[in-house]
């Protein structure tokens, strides 16, 4: 059976547009300033095998190599108590335009309250880094049912919505 899937693409035009979740005292979220291509592709798995994340199950060494060596990727992991509990990743290949380009919880930590602390985290990261002029995102109805009303309630807007059958 098919069913349809909408694709959310939401914006931010202006730091002050922020809509912060304080971070517990019991998240830490660290930058990997060294670029470790398998640890991005170990996150990636990790954090999108629950939605079926699947459009970089291709990729080879080099192509995860290629994107995480690049100047305009950065990666931040968090952790609770010694294990990751999420990551994200930020990507700006423009110099101007920032991508949240992956962004989520590790399973066990789903619903611990960690989501909107992470993404005000990656919101303001992007903002800090020099050059960035707008931040965007997207997700879809096939990511997790709380990911749009993050997005939302950190003070993204949505720009852009489009409708495809899924398999």
Not at 23 to 39: M, N, S, T, Y
């Amino acid at each position: 059976m098919e069913r349809s899937c909408t694709t959310y693409y939401l914006e931010m035009t202006s730091p002050s547009e922020l809509k912060a979740k304080p971070q517990r005292d019991d998240l830490q979220v660290i930058e990997c300033e060294v670029p470790q291509p398998a640890l991005n592709r170990f996150l990636y798995q990790l954090v999108g095998t629950p939605w079926q994340w699947g459009d970089l199950d291709t990729w080879g060494d080099s192509d995860w190599q290629a994107l995480v060596e690049q100047d305009c990727h950065r990666t931040w992991v968090a952790y609770h108590r010694g294990a990751i509990a999420g990551y994200y990743e930020l990507y700006r290949p423009d110099g101007g335009n920032c991508e949240i380009r992956y962004f989520g919880l590790a399973p066990q930590f789903l619903g611990c309250g960690f989501g909107g602390a992470l993404l005000s985290h990656a919101v303001r990261s992007a903002w800090e880094w020099h050059g960035t002029e707008r931040l965007w995102v997207h997700t879809c109805t096939l990511d997790h049912p709380a990911a749009l009303q993050n997005y939302q309630a950190r003070g993204f807007r949505i720009f852009k919505q489009v409708e495809e059958p899924s398999r």
